[in-house]
């Protein structure tokens, strides 16, 4: 069973300007969260969709944004990139029970310039 | 709101010997699940254990094993016989019952593995 994928595996921006992650999550899993990785703030989670719909939401700016389409391939938005936007961005899928083991993608190296 | 601390940024230990990562975490919840994660360099999250709180069994995982405890809102992690490919940044992580999967993770431990 293939893994969870996140494209472009690394990304390069300047300020201001907007980008897309994206993240396609194991076949049979409904559930994909995002996190944000940095040294000084660590793991955080910006959110979880389920079945296309935003279940769980992190305190982030109304920059970050994201959505999950029928076949549970999700997409994350930030626009107006700020040089605190730079970080590692994980995308984790599920089956979508609490229980459910989160299984993780390599992640997006964004670098804000 | 729910809080996860790790005190222990780095830790080390030899090569087969066991060492013990430390977890504290608040929540006025009683029903959640507690998570080991580790990310070697390659930055790939790995799940190493879990336990339900309802749970009192410590779970273990081959080598790995958790003590915890609930009443003082305490979870470490056992590494025994330690080997070097064990040598990763590990995070404790809470799931509330009530929040889907959101993880609430702590500030991470690096361990190191000494030949």
């Known amino acids: 069973k293939a893994g969870v994928t996140q494209t472009p595996r690394y990304l390069i921006k300047t300020r201001g300007q907007q980008v897309t992650l994206s993240c396609s999550p194991i076949?049979?899993?409904?559930?994909v969260s995002w996190y944000q990785q940095t040294p000084g703030q660590g793991l955080q989670f910006l959110f979880e969709?389920?079945?296309?719909?935003?279940?769980n939401k992190g305190n982030f700016p109304g920059r970050f944004s994201g959505r999950q389409f029928s076949n549970s391939r999700s997409e994350m938005n930030v626009s107006t990139l700020e040089l605190g936007d730079s970080a590692l961005y994980l995308c984790?899928?599920?089956?979508?029970?609490?229980?459910?083991?989160?299984?993780f993608g390599p992640g997006t190296r964004l670098t804000v310039l | 709101a729910q809080t996860v601390t790790q005190s222990q940024p780095e830790m080390s230990v030899q090569e087969a010997e066991t060492v013990t990562l430390s977890c504290t975490y608040d929540?006025?919840?009683?029903?959640?699940?507690l998570f080991w994660y580790k990310q070697p360099p390659s930055r790939q999250m790995i799940l190493v254990i879990r336990?339900?709180?309802?749970?009192?069994q410590n779970a273990t995982e081959n080598r790995f094993s958790v003590n915890f405890q609930k009443a003082a809102k305490s979870f470490s992690l056992k590494i025994s016989d330690s080997q070097l490919g064990d040598a990763a940044m590990y995070f404790c992580?809470?799931?509330?019952?009530?929040?889907?999967?959101?993880?609430?993770f702590g500030q991470g431990t690096e361990l190191s593995v000494k030949p």
């Open positions: 984790a899928s599920s089956l979508g029970g609490v229980w459910n083991e989160q299984f």
């Open positions: 076949s049979g899993h409904r559930s």
């Open positions: 969709y389920f079945s296309e719909t935003q279940r």
């Open positions: 929540t006025s919840e009683s029903d959640y699940y």
């Open positions: 336990q339900e709180a309802y749970k009192q």
């Open positions: 992580a809470y799931r509330s019952a009530n929040q889907g999967g959101k993880l609430i």
